[in-house]
């Protein structure tokens, strides 16, 4: 998008008005849906480890590819009920087709559809977790280890869901101060845009950080040995042991 917002600034008498700009448009808020919902999955994955741990089938592989599945198809589903009412628009100020913030509707579609939808689901899933957690204080302890492990994780994951609620709220201040004031911050989507990509990109890096399972990998990585020297001196000692032991039990002559 920002590349032909930039080539387009480069080029002032360019123009990008056509069906595909509002397909790309229609793509990045495809993203942004399956970046959201990633993290309603991840929720998922807890609350059934946690409070439906019995339940089997609800942590099966099975269970989550048909969840991935359908988190593919409603990311592409979504974002339609802006594509389908023609709320891409183009701007030629900025090269690229978007939603105005003066067309109301469009632009309460995906705060409602795809932001304000997934951030409530994993709201109300991790305090359902938490509650959970401090209602079962008389459950055996190796259950409890686990669950105070799992609320280990819970508060890091609760760093990067305010890291990902902070993405949308650019939008939704400047959504707000047009509403009441009826005036549009200048460089608006300039700012939305700058807004979304550092808060993908520092939600990236805390993912990576409260990740326990790429830790164990990079720590993995650091304390390999390949002992290649070490093999090789043990086959040399053990060569020269068996010429040891050859020597020794060949048949002595008669005549010595």
Known sequence: MYT???YGDLNPSISFDNVWCKIRAYLV???YCMFFNTFVLQAMFRLFRIAFYRRKSLQSREFFIIAFI???ILSFILPLSSLLPNDYEYMPLYFTCWISFQ???GTLTPIVLIYGSSI???FFIYVYIIRY????NRIQQVRQRSNERDLLVLKRIVILILVTVSIGLPSVFIFLIYVIGHYLIPYTHHIEGISLITGLFTATICFTIISPQI???FRHNQQQIYPIELIGNNQDHRTRTFQQLIHQHQPRSIFN
């Open 29 to 31: 808020f495809v993203g």
């Open 103 to 105: 067309n109301i509707r």
């Open 4 to 6: 032909y917002s930039l």
């Open 70 to 72: 359908i988190q593919w």
């Open 133 to 136: 957690i401090r209602r079962t």
């Open 120 to 122: 409530s689901v994993i």
């Open 215 to 217: 830790k164990k990998l």
